[in-house]
């Protein structure tokens, strides 16, 4: 057999016939494998509806209903029993004895369903229904929060919903907020007890802010929505969220 040489021969060595015995007595170094990549599923518009999904249902009851409205957001979970699993919601559905809205009911479940389906960040949701105001005006649902519109409730649902399977994360108070706003709320009661004379809220405002525990005189916070902004030392501060005009 001959080998053409196309480099300079620096130096040399005689194989032994001993040598060539020892080299194929060594096993063959192997190749490190590569680990196998799990195909991560993402949701997409053709995904496939499961045979069964995790759902909840959410009630809200508004005094622009004479029913009460039942919102239920079933999940999809995508890539299960791996580091990569996920629950996405994949329809809603909204049912109520009153058939007054059956159209405008159906086409938003419709839409929204649809959205859900097509994949991609679908929080922004939540802040489009959230924005809708009815022209009639709006109410307070329990706890003092304020809904602008019925369509803006579904959207608060919906929010609420995607706080449970963690899609949308509530930043967290610190220790130090919180401290404030526990020191801030005493010394307004302490302060309210000093009046001789209390101001006596209206029989909606008492049952609206009493379920939350917020003195009856207490506003709107443009915030958080809810009616625990009180005056303190000439400053409107909200003994919910701690937020404060003065800064």
């Known amino acids: 057999m001959t080998i053409k040489i196309e480099k300079k021969i620096k130096g040399y060595e005689v194989v032994k016939p001993e040598d060539k015995a020892a080299l194929a007595a060594q096993p063959a170094v192997e ?64 049912n109520s004895k ?35 105001f009815d022209p009639r005006g709006g109410y ?9 519109s019925i ?6 649902v919906i929010e609420q919903h995607m706080k449970n399977i963690g899609l949308i994360h509530d930043p967290e108070m610190t220790d130090a907020q919180r401290a ?7 010394a307004y009661e302490q302060a309210t007890q000093k009046k001789t004379e209390l101001t006596v809220a209206s029989p909606t405002d008492a049952d609206t802010n009493d379920s939350a525990g917020f003195p009856p005189g ?22 919910n969220c701690g937020y404060s005009k003065c800064g």
Not at 116 to 122: A, E, L, M
Not at 151 to 156: F, H, K, L, R
Not at 180 to 186: F, G, N
């Open 218 to 239: 207490a506003t709107l916070c443009a915030k958080c929505n809810t009616k625990a902004l009180v005056l303190m030392d000439g400053c409107q501060t909200c003994l």
């Open 140 to 148: 307070f649902k329990a706890g003092g929060v304020y809904m602008p």
């Open 180 to 186: 404030l706003i526990a020191e801030k709320r005493a």
């Open 98 to 132: 009153n058939m007054d809205h059956f159209q405008w009911i159906v086409a938003l479940t419709r839409i929204l369903s649809a959205v859900f389906r097509k994949g991609g960040d679908v929080t922004f949701i939540v802040e489009e229904l959230k924005a809708v």
């Open 31 to 94: 190749q490190p494998k590569e680990a196998p990549m799990a195909e991560v599923i993402q949701m997409h518009e053709s995904l496939e509806r499961p045979e069964a999904l995790i759902g909840s249902t959410f009630k809200i009851k508004s005094p622009l209903f004479e029913h009460a409205l039942y919102v239920t957001i079933n999940d999809i979970v995508l890539n299960a029993g791996t580091q990569y699993e996920q629950r996405r919601p994949f329809e809603i559905f909204i």
């Open 151 to 156: 369509v803006a409730e579904i959207g608060a």
